[in-house]
């Protein structure tokens, strides 16, 4: 039996709610709303890092949701949803590690606006403007004539990638420009 402790605002859950649903995976949802309840005790027992998602698969606990994404695929295989070729792997894991590590951190600074509170520091927010188009440029180069990042099929590079690429237009980032969306 699998459960996802999940909180549907956070990207780096939905990017395991989604492979779930795309592997055709049967799970219970527990939500969590993260205003508090993770820091309860007994979400603390499963993740003492009190961070959604954490994925429970017959008692074995697993927190990090890219951790959770890798034992989703070699766990339950069918589909796909990684390259096997070395150079299509290497853009697909490409993809998600620059999600994490950069798109994501650069689109939070406009999480203010997003949530409709007073707008944050200017200069930050240039920067961080600057840091997306930066990312989505990139993206746009490690694209081929296939229709994904390495693949000829739905991988985990757009799972990750698209929990957050999803949201860049409700914080004024428009797509128009770029072939990702
Ligand atoms: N590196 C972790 C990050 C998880 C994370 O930061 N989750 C946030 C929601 S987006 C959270 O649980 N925040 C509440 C808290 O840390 O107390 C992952 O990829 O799973």
């Known amino acids: 039996m699998l459960t996802l402790y999940h909180a549907p605002i956070s990207p780096n859950s939905r990017r395991v709610w989604i492979t779930l649903l795309e592997k055709g995976l049967e799970f219970e949802l527990v939500e969590i709303k993260v205003d508090g309840e993770q820091f309860k005790p007994e979400f603390l027992a499963i993740n003492p890092f009190h961070h959604i998602p954490v994925l429970v698969d017959d008692g074995f606990n697993i927190v990090e949701s890219l951790a959770i994404l890798d034992y989703l695929e070699v766990r339950y295989p069918t ?37 409709g509170l007073p707008g944050g520091d200017p200069e930050k927010i240039e920067k961080a403007q600057q840091k997306i188009t930066t990312v989505l440029k990139f993206f746009e180069s490690l694209l081929d004539n296939r229709p994904y990042f390495g693949s000829e099929n739905l991988t985990l590079a757009e799972v990750v990638a698209g929990t957050v690429v999803d949201v860049l237009p409700s914080v004024g980032i428009s797509l128009s420009d770029w072939s990702l969306d």
Do not use: G, Y
């Open 79 to 115: 589909p796909a949803m990684l390259p096997k070729d070395a150079k299509d792997l290497a853009i697909a894991r490409i993809v998600q590690l620059v999600t994490v590590n950069e798109l994501l951190p650069a689109a939070t600074t406009f999480l203010p606006e997003f949530l």
